[in-house]
């Protein structure tokens, strides 16, 4: 029988370090946000771009997906580095 009570041990020990995980990655979600919301707006600009810019397209089979994937990717980059230059200049 006790081997019963030691895998409801284990369950129990599991959920309470699974519930404590979620709430520290709670509270960090909560700070992130928080220290975002307190960014300047031209930090906010220039992580979005940073965000866009390190999109990755996925490599395809076909060489025709892989031709417009490469396109879109060159647009990507010319929007981000308009932004850039767009906010250099505000």
Do not use: H
């Given at each position: 029988m006790p081997k019963i009570d030691d895998s409801v041990w284990a369950a129990e020990k599991m959920?309470?370090?699974l519930d404590e995980e979620a709430?520290?990655?709670d509270a960090k979600l909560k700070e992130e946000k928080r220290q975002a919301a307190l960014m300047p707006d031209?930090?906010?600009v220039l992580e979005f771009c940073d965000i866009i810019e390190?999109?990755?397209p996925p490599r395809c089979k076909i060489e025709g997906f892989?031709?417009?994937l490469n396109l879109a990717m060159k647009e990507i980059?010319?929007?981000s580095g308009k932004i850039r230059e767009e906010?250099?200049?505000l």
């Amino acid at each position: 029988m006790p081997k019963i009570d030691d895998s409801v041990w284990a369950a129990e020990k599991m959920q309470q370090e699974l519930d404590e995980e979620a709430a520290r990655l709670d509270a960090k979600l909560k700070e992130e946000k928080r220290q975002a919301a307190l960014m300047p707006d031209v930090d906010k600009v220039l992580e979005f771009c940073d965000i866009i810019e390190a999109l990755t397209p996925p490599r395809c089979k076909i060489e025709g997906f892989n031709i417009i994937l490469n396109l879109a990717m060159k647009e990507i980059y010319a929007v981000s580095g308009k932004i850039r230059e767009e906010i250099e200049n505000l």
